[in-house]
């Protein structure tokens, strides 16, 4: 698979999680954009590491490892997640996202998949620096629109 393409799974990994983010944002709920673009993308750097396990010989052990990282840095993201009491108010999600998605680095960068990671890693930092400002812009237009 050559950068372009890993470029253009990424990349519409990023924006579809982002767009179900904004969604999500605009109707209340506890998550946003940064939060579910990084998600899947972190989902796809997986299932394209995966698709490259698949032709080593130690493939199916090698998976299982990594499928018992993924569930155990889920439950370390949890403990950063903040609902405060008596508010609608949570945080941390993005923080948690962050952590999951950093252990998918980690992942990528045991089975030196080298092109994925020099794609993924300036996808997420935009995904970061951009996605707080769109949800921002989004929400300005969102409540005016239902004023």
């Given at each position: 698979?050559?950068y372009?393409?890993?470029?253009?799974?990424?990349?519409i990994?990023a924006?579809a999680?982002?767009?179900?983010?904004?969604?999500?944002?605009?109707?209340g709920?506890p998550?946003?954009v940064?939060t579910?673009?990084i998600?899947?993308?972190g989902?796809?750097?997986?299932?394209?590491?995966?698709?490259?396990l698949?032709?080593?010989p130690?493939g199916?052990?090698?998976s299982?490892?990594?499928?018992g990282?993924?569930?155990?840095?889920?439950?370390?993201g949890?403990?950063?997640i903040v609902?405060?009491k008596?508010?609608?108010v949570t945080?941390?999600?993005?923080?948690a996202?962050c952590?999951?998605?950093?252990?998918?680095?980690g992942i990528?960068?045991?089975l030196?998949?080298?092109r994925?990671?020099l794609?993924?890693?300036?996808?997420t930092?935009?995904?970061?620096?951009i996605?707080?400002?769109?949800?921002?812009?989004?929400h300005?237009?969102?409540?005016r629109?239902?004023?």
């Amino acid at each position: 698979m050559d950068y372009l393409e890993i470029l253009a799974r990424l990349g519409i990994a990023a924006l579809a999680g982002g767009a179900i983010g904004l969604d999500r944002d605009l109707h209340g709920k506890p998550v946003g954009v940064r939060t579910l673009a990084i998600v899947s993308l972190g989902s796809a750097m997986i299932v394209i590491a995966g698709a490259n396990l698949s032709a080593t010989p130690n493939g199916d052990e090698i998976s299982r490892v990594i499928q018992g990282l993924i569930t155990g840095i889920g439950f370390l993201g949890a403990g950063v997640i903040v609902h405060q009491k008596d508010s609608a108010v949570t945080l941390g999600l993005t923080t948690a996202a962050c952590i999951w998605l950093t252990s998918v680095i980690g992942i990528v960068c045991g089975l030196a998949d080298w092109r994925l990671l020099l794609v993924s890693l300036p996808l997420t930092f935009l995904v970061l620096a951009i996605g707080g400002p769109i949800e921002k812009v989004v929400h300005k237009w969102w409540d005016r629109r239902e004023s």
